[in-house]
């Protein structure tokens, strides 16, 4: 059984960084990020494979980094030149399937484990 906790959220101003972080326990084989904006669909963010393989949607490329830190059970998502858009929750995933099917298109119904989220508000 995976549990999923993310904390790390908050408020910044456009241009600005926030690192969210997801505390997690027990096997992943895929892990990611996916995110909410009020009144739009969940949509996924970046993924990481147990091989270190990193995948991210075209809309954070270049912006944010997906890692983990195998010693602390700790997924991170750093965010970096935040815009607006960037506001939403943001939740944390889990599935057991590697390789192309670990990536930011899945549905959020794909993966079986998700954290409650983390809000992240970028205002101008």
């Not at 949607?57 to 195998?70: E, L, P, Y």
């Not at 099917?101 to 899945?106: D, S």
Request: proline share 4%; aromatic share 12%.
């Amino acid at each position: 059984q995976v549990h999923l906790v993310e904390s790390g959220g908050g408020s910044v101003q456009a241009g600005g960084a926030l690192r969210l972080s997801c505390a997690f326990s027990g096997p992943f084989v895929c892990m990611g990020w996916f995110r909410q904006a009020p009144g739009k669909e969940r949509e996924g963010v970046a993924t990481a494979d147990r091989y270190g393989l990193r995948q991210y949607a075209d809309s954070v490329q270049g912006r944010f980094t997906i890692s983990k830190d195998n010693a602390k059970n700790t997924l991170y998502l750093q965010m970096d030149s935040l815009k607006l858009e960037d506001t939403a929750m943001y939740y944390c995933v889990a599935g057991d399937v590697s390789g192309p099917w670990c990536h930011p298109t899945r549905r959020f119904a794909d993966f079986p484990t998700w954290g409650q989220g983390t809000q992240v508000t970028v205002s101008s």
